[in-house]
C-alpha cells in the first residue's frame, strides 16, 4: 500500500512494523481511496426529506482496488479447495490438514463475499414502510365467510359433540400401537440375581471369598447371565466386622465381612466406581464409602449402603452373600427392592 | 456494456421469462431482493444459528452414511490397537469406523458436533439479545415462542446426536435421562419402558429408534419451524433499534440485493470456515479414549456437552428429597433437576411476553428496541433469571473445581444450595440500578470516559487532550426513543 511509512529500511523489525501498519490502514486504504483513472466515488444522495427524516442513501463504489482483492481472494479460496482434494486423495485421513484446507478455502471465499458486499457493490440504505399487521374488514370478512358455512345446519351442537367425539376417538386409535414401543412398566421391576447364582468378573473367572480383599472394590457380574442388563453389576467389599453395622434382619448378609452391592446408584442409573476406605489416622473418622461419578451420592456400606451425601432418595440396595463349599461367592437371595432409579411403582425397603 | 454482459443478461432475461410465464415469482423475487435488512451486530446470532444448522445438516448426511443404529454386540478389529477385541455395540463400531477408516470422517465428524456446539450456543445468545431488548413482544411474541420451542429441540437434538455412539460417556448420559425419565409422576415408568423397549439399557431396536429422532424427526421439526421463523419475520419485518429516521411504522437499513446477500453469505461462509478450523484443529469427543459402554462401567470426571450442563449442575444440587405416599414414589429425586428445573425454565421464558404485557398493561404493537437499560426492572429480572440458571450451570462443574482447586465438593454444594437463591437476588438490585443510573445519564457503558487523555508535546510538556467532561456530556435520546407512539395501528392502553 502507498502510504505505510517508514522509507527503505534493511531492519527486519521495521521491516514486520509496517507490514503491521499496512495491514491495519490497508483496510482504511480499501474504504476511502478508490484507484483508478476512472473511478471518482459517483455518490449519489436521492433527493428528497430533510436529513434526519430519510435516511436513504446510496453509493457507488467503483472500488478497482477492491475488485482486485476479491477477485484474488476467489482465486486463492479455489487454490485451497483444489488444496483440500488434494490432500483427500494423497493422506486421506490427515484430519488437521483436511480441516485447515477447507477452513481456508471457506474463510478466503467468506473474506471475498464481505469485502464484495461492503467496498464492491452499490451501499445503500432504504427506507420501507412496515405493514399494518391487522385489518379489520377483512378480518369480519373472515368471520363471516366462515360462520356462513354453517348456514341452515339446526343442531350445530350436536354436530360439534359428535365430531369433537369422532375426532378423539380417530387420534386415540392411531396412537393406541405406540403402546407395542415396549412392555408394560413392571418389566422395569427385573433383576439376574437369584439365589445360588455364583460371582464373575468381566472375564466370566468365578469370585471366591479368598479374592476379596480390604480397602479395595470388585466389580462382579452374575454366572451365565446378561452382563449387560441393568442389574447385573454387583460392587463386592470386604469391611472388617468393626466397620458392619448392619440392621438385625441383614446380620448374615456379610458372611467374612463380604458385603455386594447393586453397582447401580439408585438416583440415575450411572454405574458406581468410587470407593473411599479409610487408611490412615487422617481419614479414620470416615466410614468407608462408594461414591457415584454422575452427581457424588455417597452410601456407607457398613450401614447397609445408607445414603451419607448427595440427590439419591434411597439408599443403594444390597444382595445377600453366601460362600459355597469351593469358597465361591454366591447370591444367597435376589434383591428384596428395585435396583436402578426410582419411579411411581418402585420396590423399595 | 460487453458482448460477454449482453450475453449474459440476455441469458438472465430469457430464463426469468421462462420461469415467469410458467410460475410468474417476480413479484415475490421483488420484495425479496428489496427486502430491508436493519444493521446491528447483535441480529447476526440468529444468522450464525441457521448457517451452524446448515452445517450441521450437510455434515449429518455424511455421517448417517455410515452410521449403523445397531447394539448388537461384536468384537471390535478395527484400526484403533487399544480396543482390539473388546466387545461393544455395532453402534460404537461404525462410529470408530468412520473416526479411523473413512477418509475424512473424523473432520466431518468434529465439525458435526463443533457444530452442534455453537449452534446451541448461538441460540442461546440469539434468546439474551431478543430478551433484553424486548424483541418478543407483539407482534413478534409468537415467533419468540417458535424461537423457544427451536431451543428446547436444539437441546433435544444434541442430547440424541451424542447418545447415538454408544461409547461409556454417552451410555452414562443415557442412563441418567432414563433416572428422568423415570422420575416423571405417575407415568414415568410405563413412559421409559416404552422408549427403551423395557429395562435399561433397552432393546437392539433402541438405538435405531434413537437415530430416527436424531436425523429425521426433529431435523424436520427444526426445519419447519425454522421456515416458520424465517417467514413470520419478514411478513412483520425486522425490528430496529431507535435511531436517526427509524420509527415504529418503517424500517430502515440494507435491501436484500446486492450487499447485504453478500454480506451474508460471507457470514455463512467464515461460520463454515471458523467450524472446519475448530473441526480439523480441537479435538472434541474422543470416543475412542472412552471405550464401549456397559451399563456395570463408568469414568470419572465426566461432564456432558456443555447445553446438558445446567441440568447436572441442578441434579447435583438437589437435596436427597424423594416424597412416598402410601408406597408410591411420587416424586423420584431426579424429577426435581432433571424435569422440573427445565421445565421452570422454560415455562417462565414462555410465560414472559404475556406476564409483562399483565404487569406492565403495554399491550401496543412495537417495532423499535428498547436498550436494556430503558427497562430497568426486566432487565434486572432478565439478569436475575439469567443468573439462577448460570449458576446452577456452573455448580455443574464443582467436581473439576475439587479436581483442580481441591475446594472440597461437599462444602461447594452445601454453599450453593443457599448461594443459588441469594445471588440472583444480589444481581437483580445491581443490575436495576445500574441500568437506572445508565438510563439517566445517557452515557455508553462501555464506551463511558472517565478519565482524561494527556499526550506529552514536542517542547516536552503535557498537554490535556480529551477530559471526562467533554466526552460524557449527557446526549439527547434519539428519535423515536418512546416507544410505541406513532405507530398509525396504535390505540390507546385502556
Known sequence: MSDSPGGPSRSLLARALAILVTIGTAWRVLRRKPLGPEAPPASSREPGGGANDDPSERTVPGNRLAENLVAALLVLGAGCAFAFIAIYIVLQTNTQLLGLAMALALACLAAAAIIAGKLVVPQETSVEPRDRLLDESAAAEVVEIVEAGGEGISRRGLLTGASGLAGAAVLGAAAAPLASLGPPARSLHASPWRRGIRFVDDQGHVYAAADIQIASFYTALPEGGDADSLGAGLLVIRLPQSMIHLPADRRDWAPEGIMAFSKICPHAACAINLYRYPLDESTADDPPAFTCPCHYSTFTPGDGGRLVFGPAGRALPQLPVMIDSDGNLRAAGGFDEDIGPSWWSVRRT | ?494
Open chain 2, 1 to 494: 456494456m460487453s458482448p460477454i454482459g449482453r450475453a449474459v443478461h440476455r441469458r438472465f432475461e430469457r430464463g426469468l421469462r421462462y420461469t415467469e410465464q410458467r410460475l410468474g415469482g417476480a413479484p415475490v423475487y421483488k420484495y425479496l431482493l428489496r427486502y430491508v435488512f436493519p444493521d446491528h451486530w447483535s441480529f447476526l446470532l440468529g444468522e450464525i444459528a441457521l448457517y451452524s444448522f446448515l452445517v450441521l445438516v450437510a455434515t449429518g448426511i455424511f455421517l448417517t452414511l455410515y452410521y449403523i443404529p445397531s447394539a448388537h454386540e461384536v468384537t471390535y478389529h478395527g484400526a484403533y490397537p487399544l480396543l482390539q477385541g473388546q466387545q461393544m455395540s455395532e453402534a460404537y463400531r461404525s462410529v470408530l469406523d468412520i473416526t479411523f477408516n473413512v477418509p475424512a470422517g473424523l473432520l466431518i465428524r468434529q465439525v458435526h458436533h463443533w457444530a452442534a456446539d455453537v449452534f446451541i450456543a448461538s441460540i442461546v445468545l440469539h434468546l439474551v439479545r431478543i430478551f433484553f431488548t424486548g424483541a418478543y413482544r407483539k407482534p413478534r411474541d409468537i415467533n419468540y415462542y417458535i424461537g423457544l420451542t427451536m431451543l428446547l429441540l436444539a437441546i433435544l437434538e444434541g442430547f440424541a446426536g451424542y447418545s447415538l455412539v454408544d461409547d461409556l460417556l454417552s451410555g452414562m448420559g443415557l442412563a441418567i435421562a432414563y433416572g428422568v425419565a423415570l422420575s416423571i409422576p405417575f407415568i414415568g415408568g410405563q413412559l421409559s419402558a416404552l422408549i427403551w423397549g423395557g429395562q435399561f439399557p433397552g432393546t437392539d431396536s433402541f438405538f435405531s429408534r434413537l437415530e430416527i429422532v436424531h436425523v429425521l424427526l426433529i431435523p424436520a421439526a427444526l426445519a419447519t419451524l425454522i421456515g416458520a421463523h424465517l417467514a413470520i419475520i419478514m411478513r412483520q419485518h425486522h425490528s430496529q433499534f431507535p435511531g436517526p429516521g427509524r420509527k415504529e411504522r418503517n424500517v430502515v437499513g440494507t435491501p436484500t440485493w446486492p450487499a447485504y446477500a453478500l454480506r451474508s453469505i460471507g457470514l455463512l461462509l467464515a461460520v463454515a470456515a471458523v467450524l472446519f478450523l475448530i473441526g480439523g484443529l480441537i479435538q472434541i469427543n474422543p470416543i475412542w479414549q472412552w471405550g464401549p459402554y456397559h451399563p456395570y462401567l463408568s469414568e470419572n470426571g465426566a461432564q456432558p456437552d456443555w447445553y446438558i450442563g445446567w441440568l447436572i449442575g441442578a441434579l447435583r444440587l438437589m437435596p436427597n428429597f424423594e416424597p412416598v405416599v402410601a408406597g408410591h414414589t411420587v416424586l423420584p429425586n431426579p424429577f426435581w433437576g432433571g424435569a422440573l428445573f427445565p421445565l421452570v425454565v422454560f415455562g417462565v421464558l414462555y410465560a414472559w411476553p404475556a406476564l409483562e404485557r399483565r404487569f406492565t398493561g403495554d399491550r401496543r404493537r412495537h417495532d423499535l428496541l428498547d436498550r436494556p437499560r430503558d427497562r430497568p426492572t426486566r432487565t434486572a429480572i432478565g439478569a436475575a433469571f439469567l443468573s439462577w440458571v448460570v449458576i446452577i450451570f456452573a455448580v455443574g462443574s464443582t467436581d473439576r473445581l475439587f479436581f483442580r482447586l481441591h475446594i472440597p465438593y461437599t462444602a461447594m454444594i452445601h454453599f450453593w444450595r443457599g448461594g443459588v437463591w441469594v445471588l440472583p437476588v444480589i444481581v437483580f438490585f445491581i443490575t436495576r440500578s445500574g441500568a437506572r443510573a445508565l438510563k439517566r445519564s445517557e452515557t455508553h457503558p462501555l464506551r463511558g470516559w472517565q478519565g482524561t487523555i494527556v499526550t506529552r508535546g514536542p517542547d516536552g510538556e503535557p498537554r490535556i487532550l480529551q477530559t471526562a467532561e467533554n466526552t460524557t456530556a449527557p446526549r439527547e435520546p434519539p428519535a423515536g426513543t418512546v416507544p410505541g407512539h406513532d405507530h398509525p395501528e396504535q390505540k390507546p392502553t385502556p
